[in-house]
């Protein structure tokens, strides 16, 4: 059966060059990069490389990325830290509706330890404006934190203009761009970021290995202590065979990134375009422009997201239908909600996400059997008669 992976969203296929990169640190080079001898200054120097690899990616300078565990643990680390850091300058912290859980609950851990949080609400395409972050500063406000872009509908934020107001106001700025790094130009100068989260697994790089971006000169305390390692911000001999592979990773997702995407968002495009004309009464979610090349989000009015899945996994498609981290809760998505849909249209979407490796093939394989799935779903829906 043909197989079409359409979920890079939760997750991307490691690549052989990537794969190749890392091999050497988990056969011969295997010192621990804090030994002085030989062994552990070539995983030191690799470890080096694949810092300044990141760095460049996002215009910053080595010193000012920490490797983590991924995402979940550069969100964690950023807003707990900061909130713990500079609590004297205030604890009203601002964040978004949508955002991805890592960020939503180690918000709702702070709120129990005292701050204060705004979740701004966002309009029908899951949008915050800058003017909303503006207006909701105060003097006691000591971090905003917005996602680059959404991971499950795809819009991108006004990144770049809620940066320069937080650095007008004098306001910590962190964006989670685990899902834009690899699809979007980032540059942390140019858009006055202070934190940025990402995770190497998104885009053709290794599970487990993500890292924080912090502007020199802020201090964040780590989250996880022992020893010294990431110079004391982030305890725990590296994982160095993932570090080499995120270095490399990234270098190759940002080779001529330009026109990576704009091929990507081609493809994207006709299943915005022809999915619509195949399947009647379909709603696209998130922003219809402002979106992530890779991302495609309908709701199938009428059906269950989940027996979409099954039946498109029976055909081979693998997608979803929310967030990976939230699939197999019965919930509808807190973002579509946030967005103002209905519990039964949240309850029927459907994200396809594409990656580098989507073909024009694989297009025309969904735009097929996505139909037909959806006619013989709803022949069975009440709710579709009704
Ligand atoms: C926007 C966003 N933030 C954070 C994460 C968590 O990243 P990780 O799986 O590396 O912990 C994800 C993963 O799905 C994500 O999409």
Excluded: W
Excluded at 9 to 30: F, H, K, Q, S
Excluded at 195 to 209: I, N, Q, W
Excluded at 331 to 343: E, F, K, N, Q
Excluded at 360 to 371: F, G, K, T
Aim: aromatic share 4%; charged share 25%; hydrophobic share 40%.
């Amino acid at each position: 059966m043909r197989r079409v992976y359409m979920d890079n969203a939760a997750t991307t296929r490691l690549i052989p060059e990537v794969l190749n990169a890392m091999l050497p640190y988990m056969t011969d080079i295997y010192g621990n990069p804090s030994s002085p001898h030989y062994f552990g200054q070539q995983a030191g120097m690799a470890v080096d490389r694949a810092r300044g690899q990141v760095a460049k990616a996002i215009n910053a300078d080595a010193g000012e990325i920490i490797f983590t565990s991924g995402g979940s643990e550069a969100d964690n680390t950023a807003i707990r830290g900061i909130a713990e850091r500079y609590q004297k300058r205030g604890k009203h912290i601002i964040t978004t509706a949508v955002e991805h859980h890592a960020v939503l609950h180690t918000c709702q851990l702070l709120e129990k330890q005292g701050y204060e949080v705004t979740y701004l609400p966002v309009d029908e395409y899951g949008m915050v404006t800058a003017e909303q972050v503006e207006n909701a500063i105060r003097p006691d406000t000591v971090l905003v934190t917005v996602m680059f872009a959404n991971n499950e509908v795809g819009t991108v934020m006004p990144i770049a203009e809620i940066g320069k107001i937080c650095r007008e106001k004098g306001v910590f700025f962190h964006t989670d761009a685990v899902q834009a790094v690899g699809h979007l130009p980032i540059d942390v100068k140019e858009m006055n970021i202070d934190l940025l989260s990402m995770s190497a697994h998104k885009f053709h790089g290794p599970k487990g290995v993500g890292c924080l971006y912090v502007r020199k000169g802020i201090i964040v305390p780590a989250l996880i202590v022992g020893g010294a390692q990431e110079k004391n911000r982030r305890a725990g001999t590296e994982n160095v065979p993932g570090i080499v592979g995120m270095g490399k990773a990234i270098e190759l997702a940002c080779e001529d990134l330009s026109e990576k995407s704009a091929r990507i968002a081609k493809l994207r495009d006709r299943l915005i375009r022809e999915i619509p004309e195949l399947i009647p009464e379909v709603k696209l979610n998130g922003h219809p422009t402002v979106r992530l090349p890779n991302n495609v989000n309908f709701s199938i009015k009428y059906i269950e997201g989940e027996s979409i899945l099954l039946m498109l996994d029976l055909n081979g498609i693998a997608a979803s239908s929310g967030s990976a981290c939230t699939s197999g809760s019965l919930d509808p998505s807190h973002v579509l909600l946030a967005m103002g849909l209905t519990h039964e249209v949240a309850h029927g979407s459907l994200r396809m996400t594409l990656s580098d490796e989507t073909t024009e093939e694989d297009i025309e394989y969904v735009l097929e059997v996505l139909p037909k799935v959806a006619e013989r779903l709803r022949k069975m829906s009440p709710l579709y008669h009704e």
